[in-house]
Structures are given as C-alpha cells and as structure tokens.
C-alpha cells in the first residue's frame, strides 16, 4: 500500500512539473501505464488516469488562452495598423490581408455594396488562385455573404458545397469549386444598422471554427468597417478640401483676372474718349491680347488690321460672320480664329477677329470681348460724326440735282471742304431697296460715302449716291451687294456717269433714274445697270446719245477685226441679216462660196460671242451696223448709202 500511495504521488507530482514545463500533450500519457506496470493498484491508477485527463484539459485551457491573447494580440496590431491614413483601396487590401493571416486562412476578400446600383461587388482579395477577382459581382441571393447580411452576424460552413443549411447559388458554387474551397466564413460589415459589405476568409480544406475565432473575426469585422468609414470620410474630406483650394485659387485668379480686364477696359475707353483713331484702338488690343486682330464692318468689309495677322478663308470667315451675328456672342472657328461682335444695343456695327495666340481661351474671349464693346463705342461715335456731316452731304446733293444748280463753282468748294472732290470723276446711282429696315439703310448709306468720300441724299424713296469712280456698272454692282447683306432684302440700281463738273450732276442722275424705271419696267428688280449696259434701250434713254460707245460695244470687236486683218466680216454681218438670216443667200449677195460665209459667221461668233444671234442682241447689233452705215454716210455727205438691190430693207 505504501508503495501504491508512493506511485500515485510521485505521478500526481510528475504531471504537475510537466504543466510547469507546458510539455506536450502526448507526454501526459506515460504516467497511468508506468503506475499499472509497476503493480499500483487499480485505485491508484483510476486517480493517476483521472489526474492526466485534469492536466490534459488545464493544457488545453492554457492552449487556448495562449491562442486567444495571439490572436487579440494580432487583433490589437491590426487596429493599430487599420488608424494609419490609408485611401480606401489602400485600406481594403490591407484589412484582406491581415484576415487572412489572423488565423492562417488560405483566403480572405472583401465585398462592398455599390450605392448606385444597391449591388455587392469585391474591392479586394488576398490568397485568390483565379475566380474571386476586383470586380466579381456578387449574387444578391445565396451563399453565405447573403446568410451573415441576413443575420446581420458572422454565418461559417466547414465544407461549403456539402452543407445544405443556406441557399447555394450556381455562380458563388462554381468559384467556390474553381478555387477549390471548403470552409468559409462571411463577418457583415455595418454602418449603424446597415449592412455595407462582407468581409470573407475560407480555408481549402475543411475546418470547424472556434467560438474564439469566430468572435476574432467578427471583432475584426467591426474594426473594418470603423476603418472604412473613416477613410471615407477622410476621402471626402480631402476631395472637399481639394475642391476648396482650386475655387480658392479660381476666385483668386477671377479677381486678378477681372482686375486686368478692368484695367484693358478703362485704358480703351480712355483712348476712345480722347478721339483715338480705330487702328491706334485696334493696336492696343491686339498688343494685350497678344495676338494679331482684324476688325471688320457689319457687311464684311475690313477696316483695319494689325501686322501679322494669318491668312483666313474668306468664305469660311463669311459664314462664322454670319452665325455670330446671329449668335451675338464669341465663337471660334475651326482654323483656331476667335469671331466677336461689336454691337451697340440692338445694332452689330463689326466684327472683331483674333488670330490664335498663346493665353487661355477663357482670358482671350473676355479681354476680346472687353475691346469690341469699346470698339463698338468708337464705331458709334464715328457713326454719329459721319450723320451729323451726312446732313451737309445731303444738302449739298440735294443743291446739286436741282435743275438749275446755282453756283457750281461754289458747290464744288463746299463739296471739297467734306473732302469730296467734284471736279474729278463721279458716278451717280440710284438706289431703290425693296424691303427692308429704313433706318438701316440710312445708316448704311452714310457710312458707304464716308468711306469713299461722296454724297448722299433720298429722292422719290430713293437712295442718291454720289461716289467716285469711272465704271456706273462696277459701282452699282458693289453698292447692291453690300446693301443687301445689310438688309437681307433685294436692292434695284440704276447708274450712269462718270462726271466730272458739279453742273452736269442733276443731267447724271436724270439717266440714272431712267436706268433704274427701264430695269423695272423690264421686270430686273433686284438687279443693276447702267446706259452701256442696257444697250440700245440706254441708247434712247440717254441725254445725248453716244452712238460711238454704242457701235464699240456692240460690234467693235468684229471692226477692229477686219481692219487688222483686211477682212469683210462686217459686210457679211449686214448680208447676213438683210437675207433674213439665211447664209445660203447672204453667200449669193456677197459672190461667195456659203462655206465662205460659214466661216467667216463662226469667226463673228468667236468674236462676239456666242449669243451674238439671239433676239434682243441681233436687233443690238443690226442697230450698230445702221448706225455705223448712216455715220459714215452722213460724214462724207454721198447721199443715202448705195445697196445690192437684195440688201434693201
């Protein structure tokens, strides 16, 4: 007995020294057997073995407790390292991270609910092989995301395909089966009371959590979602930060910015106000906007240009004129131009053109439209000083198409005083609009014969001009042209001239009138002419008919033809219509071969034309032969011209 009682302390004490030393469990077995072998009692060795199996489970509380504080230990350096200042993504992959290497998982992502669409999707994984990618869409139904969502706590399955416990779905299970997982675990990421996301970890073989590590994750899970939230916010507020510096430094900039154009703005106005001519204003804006810079009339034409300026498309230039007029605002053109309107109330005076250049489009189009209001100003102000001489201009021509003008030689001082000079030549138009804003037109037409130095006045609800120039025809054209871009609306001239002597003006514009009732008698509203154009009808319609210019126009072609070249063309032209048009016999008056005249008809067409035979340029050119047979009849006085008796009319 005494040697029993000695077995049974010296085991019980051999146990306790192997708790001391944390020994391994296996060597806790040896003591029972030991005290069997030695002949212990069967009492003995029932306490022996009952005092291993108590030293055992002291073991494994140590085991445990050890295992709880590693793992609060780690926990406590993930929260430490979660308060480090990451960005979102930053943050997600290290809380990927640090879940799976809490525990040794194979595998750990997170999984966060998108507010736009209310769908989950993985932001970061950790451990994957090739399935649970940035991006997956997780399934709004199954698995055991959806199971922990729905609990609003962690849910685990030792071996996910096997256990039947939640809803499965074939997308979760077929990367589940891909990765070659079995046990998993879904922790519910919450705001409050709302479920955010999931965070998962999940092992490839199969393993049964410990209420220890379910409640590590889950304290982890709490942790990330703190974690996230915070780097949410701390985005946003760097984001709101951010958004405040740049409106700080774009009010700054605004302020500098209107300071600058306030300043290009008073020195303009300033030039304006103290009489600058439009290229000294035009030199000075194009020098602040560091660009050259063209300013055209509200019909197109240029008024002035700064040096340097790029060659431009005319038509392409015409069109962006027209839309930003009609847009009454900056545009920019496809060739990098800046098109702005110089406009004074309702009324476009110009068009301010700047050539590309280095500032910002935003700094350019203020500053270009700060110099065309100004522009604008100097334009009007010009306008006002050209009405206020218009009405000298149009008393002087009102003087000058009475009939009996007194003083010419008076008249033509006062005229040279508003720098129109009536002893050299001058056309005068008649100009009828045919729709179209009156003001406008008056408007247009002072500022036409200030530019070209003439006169202008209304007569009869039409316009007069008086301008400088030897061609009538060149002057209406280009006087209707412009108007009409003006008003948009048809515009009828009559011309005639040139004159060169104050007296003989009201004769002019008498023709010219007559040219402008002839055009619309014959049904040309809309169109221009003059005598010369006209031809025999501006014949009868002159004053004193120049029978020579009209002989030159018609047929001089064919005369100088046959004096250089000792021909009969001109003959064959008079055979030719006195035989009623009929070559044949025009060929038997003339003793020629028809091929003859054949020929010598298609040299006439070469040279007069090819319409040289219709009805209104036949009778033109018959007139002119008459008229050249009966001048040079009447000249060497030899009585009526001697004809065959087949050219008798």
């Not at 030695?38 to 509380?61: C, Q, Y």
């Not at 060929?587 to 209104?616: C, F, K, M, Y």
Request: charged fraction near 25%.
């Amino acid at each position: 007995m005494a040697d029993a009682d000695h077995l049974v302390s010296d085991g019980l004490l051999r146990l306790l020294e192997l708790l001391a030393m944390e020994a391994p469990p296996q060597r806790f077995d040896g003591l029972t057997e030991q005290a069997r072998v030695a002949g212990a009692s069967t009492e003995a060795v029932a306490v022996l073995d009952r005092a291993a199996g108590l030293a055992l489970d002291i073991h494994g509380l140590f085991a445990r407790r050890q295992q709880r504080e590693a793992g609060l230990s780690a926990l406590v350096d993930t929260a430490r390292e979660l308060t480090l200042p990451y960005d979102v993504d930053a943050l997600l992959r290290v809380i990927a991270r640090r879940a799976r290497l809490l525990l040794g998982f194979d595998m750990a992502w997170v999984s966060l609910t998108d507010r736009a669409d209310g769908r989950s999707y993985v932001v970061s994984a950790d451990g994957h092989a090739s399935s649970i990618t940035v991006g997956f869409a997780v399934p709004s139904i199954g698995g055991v995301g959806n199971a922990a969502a729905i609990r609003s706590a962690p849910f685990w399955t030792p071996d996910y395909l096997a256990d039947m416990r939640f809803e499965h779905d074939s997308a979760i299970d077929e990367v589940v089966r891909e990765e070659g997982l079995h046990a998993l675990m879904a922790v519910p990421l919450k705001e409050g009371h709302s479920v955010v996301g999931a965070l998962y970890v999940a092992d490839r073989g199969v393993r049964h959590f410990t209420p220890d590590e379910i409640t590590l994750m889950s304290s982890l899970g709490d942790l990330a979602a703190l974690a996230i939230k915070k780097a949410r916010l701390l985005t946003q507020a760097h984001d709101e930060i951010s958004e405040l510096e740049r409106d700080t430094s774009r009010a700054l900039g605004s302020s500098s910015a209107a300071r600058r154009l306030n300043r290009f703005h008073s020195r303009l106005i300033d030039l304006v106000l103290h009489g600058c001519e439009l290229e000294e204003l035009v030199a000075h804006a194009a020098a602040e906007l560091g660009s050259p810079l063209m300013v055209r009339d509200a019909v197109g034409s240029t008024l002035t240009v700064t040096e340097g300026f790029p060659e431009v498309d005319e038509s392409e230039l015409f069109q962006r004129t027209l839309d930003v007029h009609a847009e009454r605002a900056p545009i920019r053109s496809s060739g990098g131009l800046w098109l702005c309107p110089a406009i004074a109330g309702k009324e476009i005076l110009g068009t301010l053109v700047l050539a590309p250049g280095p500032r910002p489009a935003a700094d350019r189009v203020r500053l270009l439209e700060a110099a065309a209001q100004s522009t604008a100003v100097l334009l009007r102000m010009q306008a006002s000083a050209a009405a206020a001489e218009g009405a000298g201009r149009d008393e002087l021509l009102r003087e000058l198409l009475g009939d009996s003008p007194r003083a010419p030689e008076q008249l033509a001082l006062r005229a040279r005083r508003l720098g129109v000079a009536l002893d050299e030549p001058h056309v005068v138009l008649v100009v009828r609009p045919e729709d179209g804003p009156q003001g406008r037109v008056l408007v247009w037409a002072s500022s036409y014969v200030h530019r070209h130095a003439g006169l202008k006045t209304t007569a009869d609800d039409c316009l007069v001009l008086v301008l400088p120039g030897t061609d009538p025809s060149t002057a209406a054209r280009h006087a209707s042209d412009t108007l009409n871009a003006v008003i948009g609306h048809p515009v009828t001239v009559g011309a005639a001239g040139p004159v060169a002597h104050p007296g003989a003006i009201h004769r002019t514009y008498a023709e010219a009138r007559r040219c402008l009732d002839a055009l619309t008698a014959l049904g040309g509203t809309g169109g221009t002419a003059s005598l010369r154009e006209l031809g025999f009808l501006g014949l009868l319609l002159a004053d004193t008919p120049d029978t020579s210019a009209f002989i030159a126009n018609t047929i001089g072609p064919v005369l100088e033809y046959d004096e250089r070249q000792t021909t009969e063309l001109t003959r064959t032209l008079e055979a030719y219509f006195t035989s009623g048009g009929s070559p044949s016999r025009a060929a038997e008056s003339l003793h020629v071969h028809p091929n003859t005249v054949s020929r010598r008809l298609e040299r006439i067409t070469d040279l007069l034309g090819p319409g040289w035979q219709e009805p209104l340029q036949a009778v033109e050119v018959q007139l002119a032969l008459r008229l050249r047979r009966t001048r040079h009849t009447v000249r060497n006085h030899t009585g009526p011209p001697v004809l065959p008796h087949d050219e008798l009319p």
